[in-house]
């Protein structure tokens, strides 16, 4: 439930952390410790996680990895410079995934519509829209009081323009408006939650070059991705403003044609985000203020005051655990895709976050067909681990129309 958890977290835990949690850096462990010198998590959090979602089925099989691997109208969440490359005229895909369906919840979903035009061989126009539903949602106050129903919801529309710089390099621009009402009209802590607006922007690049890894040749691409840099955001007037999940992507390929019938692809991503690292230690084990808590003693920790760039730039050195924990805010997306006859594909991922940063840790399998004009992916998560994902024993499913297929329309 780490999204939805994040989620309400943007909303009703602003303010500070708890008061009395004492807690100092271990140098042997690399990790901040509590008074029995166990280590403690330090998860990163930010407004609007679900601009972080894999949004599509394909992906949802190669563990989330897509930042290099071969483009699709989904590429706009990745890496959209990847469409400059892309081979068919126009495409759009739908897909459609339940949030928490192991809980019985059947009103919590997240839906993702995109496709692509391509204007010339150099260059490709992309759209998508992402829509996350929380369902219906009875609020309380803080005597278990009712204050009425909502229903917390959130969407992202975004635009890009990639283009060919050469025979074999793109660069890809993004603009996105980004909308999220989680609370709308409820008094928290005297204050009246409102809807939030943010504006951001992805910068992209692809490299690929061919090779003879197999006799029936191969091809290997680079890709990078900085992803969701945008304004602040609050839910309360202004008042202590939250990062969007701004992120660092890295992304490698590699694609093995075996005969004219078989191939498989290699994928790996790493990814970080590029906001400040919390500090939750008001106080240490001798209970002296910490000063790289408040150091200006307006209420607000000084990590969550930085600027978007700012935030960016420091997000590489922040961290209270030193290199060691920056290393570990690191997350990898491995994933294996098999074709057969380009109409037929097996895929299988998997997904590893630090424990101490989230804990998110599962394989995934999936698979796809192409027929004529549709074309369908499914996939299937797999926890390794004790910790409860928003998709367990989920089936999420993405369609796929080629309008070149329909048209004959070529470049």
């Not at 009703?12 to 008061?19: E, G, K, S």
């Not at 040749?217 to 202004?238: F, P, Q, V």
Request: charged share 20%; net charge negative.
């Amino acid at each position: 439930m780490k999204y939805t958890l994040a989620l309400i977290t943007s909303v009703f835990f602003m303010m500070a952390v708890t008061q009395g949690n004492s807690q100092s850096y271990d140098p042997d462990q690399r990790c901040m410790i509590d008074a029995n010198e166990q280590c403690l998590p330090n998860v990163i959090l930010t407004a609007i996680p679900f601009l972080r979602i894999a949004p599509d089925a394909r992906s949802g099989a190669l563990g989330d990895s897509g930042i290099a691997n071969s483009p699709d109208p989904n590429s706009m969440r990745f890496n959209s410079s990847k469409l400059a490359f892309i081979d068919k005229d126009m495409s759009f895909s739908a897909t459609f995934t339940p949030w928490l369906r192991n809980l019985g919840l059947t009103d919590v979903f997240l839906g993702y519509l995109s496709g692509y035009k391509k204007v010339d061989d150099l260059q490709t126009i992309g759209m998508s829209l992402g829509y996350f539903s929380l369902g219906s949602i009875a609020y309380t106050d803080i005597n278990g009081i009712s204050t009425g129903m909502g229903n917390p919801r959130e969407f992202e529309f975004a635009v890009s323009y990639n283009r060919k710089l050469a025979e074999n390099f793109s660069a890809g621009l993004t603009g996105k408006f980004i909308h999220s009402n989680l609370a709308s009209g409820q008094p928290v802590n005297g204050l009246i939650i409102a809807s939030a607006n943010a504006f951001a922007a992805d910068i992209s690049f692809l490299y690929k070059k061919e090779g003879n890894v197999t006799a029936e040749g191969s091809e290997w691409t680079l890709g990078g991705a900085l992803t969701n840099l945008g304004s602040k955001i609050s839910y309360t007037g202004n008042i202590n403003k939250d990062f969007l999940p701004a992120n660092l992507g890295l992304g490698t390929a590699l694609l093995m044609n075996f005969d004219e019938y078989n191939s498989i692809t290699v994928s790996l991503d790493v990814n970080k985000l590029l906001v400040p690292t919390p500090i939750n230690s008001v106080q240490d084990l001798d209970g002296n203020p910490n000063p790289e808590y408040d150091a200006n003693q307006n209420g607000f920790p000084d990590y969550k005051e930085k600027s978007i760039f700012g935030a960016a730039l420091s997000s590489f050195g922040d961290a209270p655990g030193g290199f060691g924990e920056e290393v570990s805010e690191v997350n990898y997306s491995l994933g294996v895709e098999y074709w057969y006859d380009k109409q037929f594909a097996v895929r299988a991922g998997y997904y590893y976050e630090n424990p101490r940063k989230g804990d998110r840790q599962f394989i995934t399998v999936g698979m796809g067909i192409k027929y004529n004009v549709f074309a369908m992916d499914l996939s299937y998560l797999v926890p390794t681990n004790n910790r409860r994902n928003p998709l367990d024993n989920t089936l999420r499913f993405t369609l796929q129309f080629d309008f070149e297929a329909l048209t004959g329309n070529n470049y």
